[in-house]
């Protein structure tokens, strides 16, 4: 990309950050950022993943895509009750 273009897209984008606007996925970011923010994604679902309880488990046996979804909000609704004091 050339160097001008990728300097006003940088500015841009930092001006964006600096308002307080929000960024979308498909927003121009810097591709150091994009690689950040997919990290920092990946580890908080994983931290989700391995805070399940026994529940957890039956996850990757449930035979369609709904009924794993149906377990994950269960399994999370269980897991925000019990943070709760």
């Known amino acids: 990309m050339d160097t001008l273009i990728q300097?006003?897209?940088?500015?841009e984008f930092q001006e964006k950050i600096d308002k307080d606007i929000k960024i979308e996925p498909n927003d121009w970011m810097p591709e150091s950022y994009r690689k950040?923010?997919?990290r920092q994604i990946?580890?908080?679902?994983?931290?989700?993943?391995?805070?399940?309880l026994p529940e957890g488990n039956w996850i990757t046996r449930a035979p369609s895509l709904r009924r794993k979804a149906v377990l994950l909000a269960k399994?999370?609704?269980?897991?925000?009750?019990q943070q709760k004091p």
């Open 7 to 11: 300097d006003k897209l940088e500015k």
């Open 42 to 52: 990946s580890q908080h679902a994983h931290s989700e993943i391995v805070g399940m």
């Open 75 to 81: 399994v999370h609704c269980i897991s925000i009750r």
């Open 36 to 38: 950040t923010l997919i």
